[in-house]
């Protein structure tokens, strides 16, 4: 089996699965921080703590299972085992390893992850949290088009560093666009490949403006969509920080039985203490995507 070696969050990732998305390394190293590989993966996993209805967790592993797509097992923060089934497409497979699987990942390697859009400003890394559909991919794309470069987009990890600042780490160059964002973007999706055969949303490269190291975390901007007519931005301060950086954890519900509670806690109360946060409410029809990334930008900028 061929393996290439990537590079993605810090990391470097040795794969039997081609990652088109992600930024390939020229030599694949003795020892890579994270094997990728295809082989059997148990139906069940023996000692779970945790089950939902499609996973099954426990200390250092988790257990993903997909009908008609793939099962994967992830270990100890450094292996993704791929039993993939027949009728699965390589997209398929690779939406979900670098969503919920690689999300269970990193939080097995005790990172702070956020589902989360982030591109660089002078000031540091910006986030942009919200439910899905409340344009976190669409204003980091509106922002990439004024010049900024993206961080990360969707899964977005940040650690602590040699001084316990929280910094946001460098995920891989591509945005997930709807097809009617993209056309409102200028970008057409003739040539672009789609994050899942049936759906309209297509993987859009962003090499030319991506951010490839990590960068001190400075803002996070919590995205609401309301039947409103106004535009508003308020600070969120003391416990409020908190409460909406757990609310916009990545796959959260995965924490309890891989036991990582603990540590994120402590990620997240540093990333409450260092950021700016604030909640931006926005009317949901039309949206006015320009009119958004006009006051976002003026208060990073500011």
């Known amino acids: 089996m061929t393996v290439t070696c ?40 023996e000692g779970a703590v945790a089950k939902g209805v499609l996973y099954q967790a426990k200390p250092n592993q988790f257990l993903l299972k997909l009908d008609k797509i793939a099962a994967f097992l992830i270990s100890n923060g450094n292996e993704v085992l791929i039993e993939r089934a027949p009728e699965a497409t390589d997209d398929e ?47 980091a794309a509106a922002l990439r088009k004024r010049g900024y470069r993206i961080l990360a987009d969707d899964v977005c990890a940040l650690a602590l560093d040699a001084a316990g600042n929280p910094i946001v780490l460098p995920g891989f160059p591509q945005l997930k666009l709807w097809a009617d964002t993209a056309k409102k973007l200028e970008h057409e999706t003739g040539s672009l490949r789609r994050v899942r055969p049936q759906l309209e949303k297509f993987a859009l490269p962003v090499e030319d403006g991506f951010v490839d190291e990590p960068r001190p975390l400075f803002a996070i901007y919590h995205l609401i969509s309301q039947n409103t007519q106004e535009f508003k931005m308020e600070a969120v301060e003391d416990a409020r920080k908190f409460q909406m950086i757990l609310f916009n954890t990545y796959r959260g519900r995965f924490l309890d039985g891989l036991e990582m509670r603990r540590e994120h806690f402590k990620l997240a109360t540093a990333a409450g203490k260092a950021a700016r946060v604030l909640r931006v409410t926005r009317p949901s029809a039309p949206f006015l995507l320009e009119e958004l990334a006009d006051m976002v930008e003026k208060d990073f900028k500011q």
């Open 6 to 45: 990537y590079t993605a969050y810090g990391l470097t990732i040795a794969s039997e699965i081609a990652c088109p998305m992600l930024r390939k390394l020229p030599t694949v190293p003795e020892t890579a921080d994270v094997q990728i590989r295809y082989g059997a993966v148990p139906a069940d996993l």
């Open 93 to 139: 497979v690779l939406l979900f390893l670098f969503g919920s699987a690689f999300g269970a990942l990193l939080h097995q390697r005790g990172l702070l992850v956020l589902h989360a859009s982030a591109v660089e400003t002078e000031r540091g890394a910006v986030l942009f949290v919200g439910h899905s559909g409340n344009g976190k991919s669409t204003l």
